[in-house]
C-alpha cells in the first residue's frame, strides 16, 4: 500500500479530443476540473502511430492555463526534448527504453525548469527505473501498450506500480498510469500507488467530462496516498 503523501492529478490525454477544436478542448477541460493537459507525441517508430509534435505544444500552451504534460513515445528524445521545453511544456517524459544517457537527459530537462519524467513499457521491469529516480520528477508506468487510446487496462501491471511506488519511498516523485484508466480501473492502479491520473476516452468521450474528472479523481483518491 502506498505512503506517498502527493496529491492526486488528473491528466487528460488530448489524443481523444477533437483535434479540430483544439483551444476549446483545452478550454473545456479546464472548465471541467483538469489538473494537467497530457499530450501524446509519437513520431510512428518508437509506437505504430503519429500525432503532433512542439508547434501544437506551443499553440496550446498560448491559449491553456492547464500544465502540458509531454509524453513522448519516440526514439529520440534527446534531440526533441529541447524543442518541447521551447515550446512551453510543464513536463516532459520520455521512454527508458529508448537507451542511452538518460540521466543526462533527465538533468538537462531539469535544468530549463521543466519536470522530467521516465515511462516504462508494459513489458519494461520496475527497476528500469530505480537508478534514475534521484533525477526523476515522475516515473510513468503504462496500462496498455503505448501508441493508442480505447485500450483496455491491464491490470496485472499492478505488482509494476506497487514496486515502482515502494523504491520511490518518500522522494518527491510522481507515479502516473496511462491507458484504459476510467471511475473503475483508477482504483485498483491507486491501491498499487498510482497518483498521477492519465484518462482519454473516459472524459473525451463521456457526456459529462466533469463528472467523468471527478469520478477519476474521486476514484484515485479513495486509496489515501
Ligand atoms: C497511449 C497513450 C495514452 C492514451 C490513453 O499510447 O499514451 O495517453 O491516450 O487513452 P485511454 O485513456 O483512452 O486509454
Ligand atoms: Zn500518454
Not at 31 to 45: E, K, N
Not at 113 to 133: C, H, N, S
Amino acid at each position: 500500500m502506498s505512503t506517498s503523501p502527493r496529491p492526486v492529478v488528473v491528466a487528460p490525454s488530448i489524443l481523444s479530443a477533437d483535434f479540430a477544436r483544439l483551444a476549446d478542448e483545452a478550454e473545456r477541460m479546464k472548465a471541467s476540473g483538469a489538473d494537467w493537459l497530457h499530450v501524446d507525441v509519437m513520431d510512428g517508430h518508437f509506437v505504430p502511430n503519429l500525432t503532433v509534435g512542439p508547434p501544437v505544444v506551443k499553440a496550446l500552451r498560448g491559449v491553456s492555463e492547464l500544465p502540458l504534460d509531454c509524453h513522448l513515445m519516440i526514439e529520440d528524445p534527446f534531440a526533441y526534448a529541447p524543442r518541447f521545453v521551447d515550446a512551453g511544456a510543464h513536463g516532459i517524459t520520455f521512454h527508458v527504453e529508448v537507451g542511452g544517457d538518460l540521466r543526462g537527459l533527465c538533468e538537462r530537462i531539469r535544468a530549463a525548469g521543466v519536470r522530467a519524467g521516465a515511462a516504462l513499457k508494459p513489458a519494461t521491469p520496475p527497476d528500469a527505473v530505480f537508478d534514475l529516480l534521484d533525477v526523476l520528477d515522475m516515473v510513468l508506468v503504462m496500462t496498455v501498450e503505448p501508441g493508442f487510446g480505447g485500450q483496455a487496462y491491464m491490470a496485472d501491471m499492478g505488482p509494476k506500480i506497487s514496486a515502482v511506488r515502494e523504491a520511490i519511498g518518500e522522494r518527491p516523485v510522481d507515479l502516473q498510469v496511462d491507458g484504459g484508466l476510467n471511475p473503475e480501473t483508477v482504483r485498483h492502479a491507486a491501491a498499487a500507488g498510482a497518483n498521477v491520473i492519465v484518462a482519454g476516452s473516459a472524459v473525451f468521450r463521456a457526456p459529462d467530462a466533469a463528472a467523468a474528472i471527478e469520478a477519476l479523481r474521486a476514484g484515485a483518491s479513495a486509496y489515501p496516498a
